[in-house]
């Protein structure tokens, strides 16, 4: 019995985690990891944003994969940029107060195995739509797309 519930949630985690995967939005960057850091904060800024937050979620796995019982290098490098909008997240808000949970924004850079990308997570459809364009234009204009 116990194993069939394990069972059960290791597939639901597991599927949970590849249908989370497959709601993000990548692009390939040319430089280094670094030289991407910058362009999002420069993009972000950019816009008349603040960065409320600097998640460095690479360095976090790499120093705890041991811990854990993994000997996984998932990324070499990855951040993740938090940031609010106060116009379109009062508009999201003021739509659906639930849209809370889709703040802070975010804005991620990853370098797996030398291969640097910009991106963010997808929105849901209807009035999250207009922060999901903003999040785009940065990440392709941090990616110089």
Do not use: W
């Amino acid at each position: 019995m116990f194993r069939c519930a394990l069972s059960a949630a290791l597939a639901a985690v597991v599927t949970a985690g590849a249908a989370t995967a497959q709601q993000a939005t990548t692009y390939p960057f040319d430089g280094s990891f670094d030289d991407a850091t910058f362009a999002v904060e420069s993009a972000i800024v950019g816009h008349g944003l603040v960065i409320d937050y600097r998640s460095h979620i690479g360095e976090m796995l790499n120093r705890t994969g041991a811990d854990v019982g993994s000997d996984v290098k998932i990324f070499d490098a990855a951040d993740a940029f938090l940031f609010c909008s106060a116009v379109l997240s009062r508009k999201m808000m003021e739509a659906d107060a639930l849209n809370i949970a889709h703040c802070p924004y975010s804005v991620f850079v990853i370098d797996r195995e030398g291969k640097v990308e910009i991106g963010y997570r997808m929105m849901p459809e209807g009035p999250m739509q207009e922060v999901q364009a903003l999040l785009d234009e940065i990440a392709r204009e941090a990616a110089g797309q």
